[in-house]
């Protein structure tokens, strides 16, 4: 009896490294999930969302969430929560395939990136959780409001002209 939970230990603790050779961005998925800044939520959001955009510029295939996970060397319940929250928005949509791929739901020239941003504020997400501190809120409304005077006319398609001169 004793052989036999052994046997057993040495399959689980096998599937184990397995699993963690075969996604090693869930091993440091756990201590960045606990605490993303909001900076690296909106940073991750405009990022996929230029993903997106080049792949149905050039024409190839439709990220999937786990592909823009392993590209962007985030977390993949990271990205699956910001996709969750883009499509709330109405942003993006997933096309029915096997793993579902994503595109935008209109025109680039009609997203903004203050849209971008605003949905990346994934706020039912298990990973966040924060006490209200006082006068805090007075702040992220006032960086809010620059965020909104800087991002005014800014869409997607203006950010890749930019990303095009710059390469």
């Not at 809120?137 to 991002?151: F, G, N, S, T």
């Amino acid at each position: 009896f004793i052989w036999l939970n052994f046997a057993w230990l040495i399959i689980l603790i096998g599937a184990s490294i397995a699993f963690y050779h075969q996604y090693p961005l869930e091993t440091v998925s756990r201590n960045f999930m606990r605490t993303p800044a909001a900076m690296d939520l909106r940073r991750v959001s405009v990022e996929t969302a230029l993903l997106i955009a080049q792949a149905h510029q050039r024409g190839y295939t439709p990220w999937t969430a786990e592909g823009l996970a392993r590209r962007l060397h985030v977390p993949k319940k990271l990205i699956d929560h910001l996709l969750s929250a883009m499509e709330k928005a109405k942003l993006v949509y997933a096309i029915d395939s096997r793993p579902p791929g994503f595109i935008f739901s209109r025109p680039i020239n009609q997203i903004s990136i203050r849209h971008l941003m605003d949905a990346s504020r994934v706020t039912d997400a298990p990973f966040l959780k924060r006490d209200p501190v006082t006068g805090l809120d007075e702040l992220m409304e006032r960086l809010d409001d620059a965020k909104e005077k800087i991002l005014r006319e800014m869409t997607l398609d203006d950010l890749m002209e930019e990303h095009k001169k710059a390469q």
